[in-house]
């Protein structure tokens, strides 16, 4: 028995393009589009939409940076320019995700620079861009500025608004004509909520991706992956302030016990296989963008998502 | 022993060495604001003492007073040890205060069947033709008077042991009365001469926080008296829970003669109002929760508060007014609403009968308002019921200046949605003190008008007006400057307050959508809505939709039926019918436990979100919010 529920949704996730190329006023040499899909993934029916993108994440601080990622970079790890045209060469994510850790040190105030890494990072790589700023309402306005400002006409990804702090972000986004990340505590309901708010001051729909925020393997991974499929469902029922692709990162799998304690010897093969469990879910469960820290995870994830969304050249069925 | 000096009013009353100044208070007859019941948590009964000897620990306590305060003597009553004779001074904010207790005259429109009946007779008095007994005489007088057969009237000891001399005494001209209780007729009272017309009754709500009683003729049904007072249990905590705990360590007695003298005075101030001999009160109906009338009748309410949450007794109770130390015929009739469960008690069957929702086709949805809500949907066919904790926020606890409604708290306020200055209304028209549940409503509603507030409640400061700043701590509307206010500082609400209130009305509505979805039920499908108790009559019913504390429905939908617990009792006093319609009601409703039915999360996450997270749940709402943002420059 097949089962085909194609029919019966009435709605589709919107989609979002990430990136600027030189004739829209941006230097990105590629650009990526998100969403599109009009069914769930695999009940019955090829999968719709976009396929599911790799973002590698690097930072500017790598003190607060996963050991066994920096360990394997050695000391590409102090210059994020540096790591993000090695990975975007030897690995080929499909994005870039730049977390302005710096930022997050107690007494930041070296604004300035924020613009010059966010610059010097564009320059590194022609792959579309996430950053991430700060996460202190204190200083976010004039970091969301600067990094507004650095990479006006980048359409840029930006990150990280949350219901108690999404004013500054949405600010620079709307300015300097960028997009944004809207998290919310694994909840369909919180989700929905930040994106009427970014809706009501004026950001619209389709320069949002949802980030449903993802628990680590055994670490409230499962509860991610049901807020996933329920926004997914919302999205498809006609729910249009759900209606935005997501992005999934398992921010913690490098810093769980498992890797924290694992024998030095097997330290990269048990951070990938974290990583990749987690990612690789996560796209079937409805994530358009999966992000990984360890440069060997992406390898096997692209190879788990050509198995899943095959004619890769298509852009699945969009 | 010590004797202590209560200030402003000289108060005295001696106690033993040792007692706390709330038990000396407690005995002096002064009801001091208790909210933790005594545990020095709340620091809600300050005193001043002003001289003598006495013991307080500042270290433990320090914390809710500043250096001067307790240079001047300050100190928790419930925590203060009298060692010799104390002169105390007691603040007003540590009295509990007259508070707008809602009394309906409210217009019933019932059959007159109550369940007492006063014979007068003239007996012929016995002789050697015919000796039959004095109980048997006067028996036959009330059957021939049109009253109950003979055979069928019980009478009791007490009253046997009276027949003799007042038959004698009176000349044979006597009046006696005959209750129907569920075991029967039953005689409980015989008079000298003819006293008939003096044929009364009490209904009672026994609320937590309040006692509202009325007088009814039973012969006309008029009202003859009405009288309210605070529940005087309050000085033993303030919640239900508190009140239970005390009971646990040994307090019920106490409990329970304090909820019989608190049901004694309001019924003497009813009576010397009306001119009424409580004698000839005959019958008293209570309508309370469950744990209220628990305790007046003296049984333990401590399992329905740990789990899994039972209750004694959930039928109707009666008794002998006098065993429950009530001040009224000594054998008059005491009936007790029947509850659902220890959550839906006797005060909510009250509402169901007052609101007509029991006998209607149509749904209807009745919400009763307080530190807990509870909340039933349903028709003449069919109830589902729940309760909740809505947390104290709607009724000014928990809220900086959030007060109860009492007089200078703010009922009523708009803004003016361009220069946003507030336009208020306080009770008794003095200068402002704080906001009650009412005011908080309005206040919610207009500074999401003003855009002042998003929709999770966050105060947006980019707004550059005198009116919005950072606070202390979190980021405020002043809502009356200091120079307009009776307590000569801002008035403001904060952006914890706004929180506070949205987790309040989200318990709320979530539970109504809770009941909804388990009927099956769409907003639409509700013809009314019911309101109860006193909040009710006060908010603003658009504004109670617009911060989405209930479904949107037409507001010519909603009803504020007042005090729905009194007029139940009122309804079962003046026809004794409606007492078995009660069991019915009770049978009918099926209980829903919020906290074992998983979708209430969801709905309670989705209702802290003004109104909703779902818009189209509040179509209207969301059209004039959407121009409200057009005028506000806000896309």
């Known amino acids: 028995m097949t089962l085909s529920t194609l029919s019966d949704w009435t709605g589709e996730v919107g989609t979002v393009t990430i990136g600027a190329l030189k004739a829209d006023g941006g230097t990105r040499s590629t650009t990526v589009t998100i969403g599109g899909e009009r069914d769930l993934s695999f009940i019955g029916s090829p999968p719709t939409g976009h396929r599911p993108l790799i973002a590698f994440e690097l930072c500017d601080d790598p003190s607060l940076w996963p050991a066994p990622v920096t360990k394997f970079l050695g000391d590409r790890a102090s210059d994020p320019a540096e790591w993000a045209r090695w990975a975007g060469q030897e690995y080929a994510p499909d994005l870039i995700r730049l977390f302005l850790t710096s930022t997050r ?214 | 022993m010590p004797t202590v000096t209560f200030l402003p009013g000289f108060r005295k009353t001696e106690v033993k060495s040792g007692s706390t100044l709330l038990q000396a208070a407690q005995q002096a007859g002064i009801h001091m604001n208790v909210v933790c019941g005594g545990l020095g948590k709340c620091g809600k009964c300050t005193v001043y003492v002003k001289s003598g000897r006495y013991d307080f620990d500042c270290e433990k306590f320090g914390k809710f007073f500043s250096p001067e305060e307790l240079d001047a003597g300050a100190c928790l009553a419930c925590q203060t040890s009298v060692l010799e004779d104390v002169r105390v001074l007691i603040p007003e904010e540590s009295i509990v205060q007259e508070q707008k207790i809602l009394i309906d005259v409210m217009g019933i429109s019932t059959e007159l069947n109550p369940a007492v009946w006063k014979y007068a007779l003239t007996l012929s008095p016995p002789s050697l033709d015919d000796p039959s007994p004095d109980l048997t005489r006067l028996l036959w007088g009330i059957e021939k008077a049109g009253g109950p057969k003979e055979g069928d009237i019980y009478a009791p000891l007490e009253v046997i042991r009276r027949i003799p001399r007042v038959l004698r005494e009176s000349g044979w001209k006597v009046t006696a009365t005959v209750v129907l209780v569920p075991g029967g007729y039953r005689l409980i009272d015989i008079e000298k001469g003819d006293t008939s017309p003096a044929c009364y009754g009490a209904a009672v709500d026994l609320g937590t926080t309040t006692v509202v009683v009325f007088i009814r003729n039973l012969i006309d049904g008029s009202i003859m008296g009405v009288a309210s007072n605070y529940n005087r249990q309050i000085s033993c905590g303030e919640d239900i829970l508190s009140r239970v705990t005390f009971a646990r360590k040994g307090g019920l007695k106490k409990l329970q003669s304090l909820a019989a003298e608190s049901i004694n005075a309001a019924i003497t101030e009813a009576a010397n109002k009306a001119g009424v001999d409580r004698e000839h009160i005959y019958e008293v109906v209570v309508a309370g929760n469950t744990i209220m009338t628990h305790i007046l009748m003296g049984i333990d309410p401590a399992y329905m508060i740990e789990e899994p949450y039972v209750p004694v007794v959930r039928r109707y109770l009666t008794a002998a007014a006098g065993r429950a130390g009530l001040e009224v015929g000594e054998d008059s009739g005491l009936f007790i609403f029947p509850a659902v469960s220890d959550f839906i008690g006797g005060d909510i069957i009250a509402d169901i009968l007052a609101s007509g929702m029991a006998e209607s086709e149509e749904i209807s949805l009745l919400i009763d308002i307080g530190t807990n809500f509870e909340v039933v949907l349903g028709n003449r066919d069919w109830m589902f019921a729940c309760a909740g904790a809505a947390g104290p926020a709607l009724e000014g606890g928990e809220v900086l200046f959030g007060m109860r409604a009492n007089a200078g708290a703010i009922e009523q306020i708009s803004l003016d949605l361009e220069t946003l200055t507030p336009a208020y209304r306080t009770i008794r028209h003095t200068k402002p003190k704080g906001l009650c549940g009412s005011g908080l409503i309005d206040l919610l509603a207009e500074l999401l008008r003003a855009c002042i507030i998003d929709r999770t409640g966050r105060i947006n400061t980019a707004i550059d007006h005198e009116r919005i700043r950072a606070g202390r701590q979190v980021p405020e509307f002043v809502v009356a400057w200091k120079e307009e206010t009776g307590i000569g500082k801002d008035i403001v609400i904060t952006e914890n307050d706004v929180k506070a209130l949205i987790m309040s009305k989200a318990s709320i509505l979530a539970a109504c959508r809770t009941l909804m979805n388990q009927a099956g039920i769409t907003r639409d499908e509700i013809a009314h809505i019911y309101f109860s108790g006193a909040f009710g009559n006060y908010i603003s019913k658009e504004n109670a939709i617009v911060i989405g504390l209930i479904p949107e429905v037409p507001v010519e939908r909603i009803t504020p039926i007042g005090n729905g617990a009194i007029e139940g009792a009122n309804l079962v006093l003046l026809n004794r019918r409606k007492k078995k319609f009660l069991d019915e009601i009770a049978r009918k409703i099926a209980y829903i436990e919020l906290n074992a039915e998983p979708s209430f999360m969801d709905e309670y996450t989705g209702s802290c979100f003004l109104p909703h997270t779902d818009l189209s749940l509040f179509p209207t709402v969301e059209e004039m919010l959407g121009k409200c943002r057009m005028r506000r420059g806000v896309p």
């Open chain 1, 105 to 318: 040190r107690r007494g930041f105030s070296d604004f300035a620079s924020v613009t010059t890494t966010v610059e010097n990072v564009l320059q590194a790589t022609g792959l579309p861009l996430i950053i991430e700023g700060s996460n202190d309402p204190e200083l976010d306005s004039e970091v969301f500025r600067r990094i507004g400002e650095a990479g006006e006409g980048e359409r840029l990804l930006i990150g990280t608004a949350e219901a108690a702090r999404y004013r500054s972000i949405a600010a620079s986004a709307m300015a300097y004509g960028h997009l944004v990340i809207a998290q919310s505590p694994i909840d369909i309901n919180l989700a929905k909520q930040l994106n009427i708010l970014l809706r009501e001051i004026g950001l619209p729909h389709d320069r949002i991706v949802i980030d449903p925020y993802t628990g680590a393997l055994g670490y409230g991974f499962e509860y991610s992956y049901s807020v996933m499929e329920r926004i997914r469902y919302a999205a498809l029922k006609g729910d249009e302030d759900l209606a935005m692709p997501m992005i999934s990162s398992a921010i913690d799998s490098l810093t769980v016990k498992e890797v924290r304690e694992a024998d030095p010897s097997g330290i990269e093969k048990i951070s990938v296989a974290w990583e990749l469990y987690a990612m690789l879910p996560a796209t079937i469960a409805g994530a358009s963008i999966v992000c990984v820290r360890h440069p060997s995870t992406i390898l096997p994830l692209r190879a788990g998502i050509d198995a899943f969304w095959p004619a890769p050249s298509g852009g699945g069925g969009a």
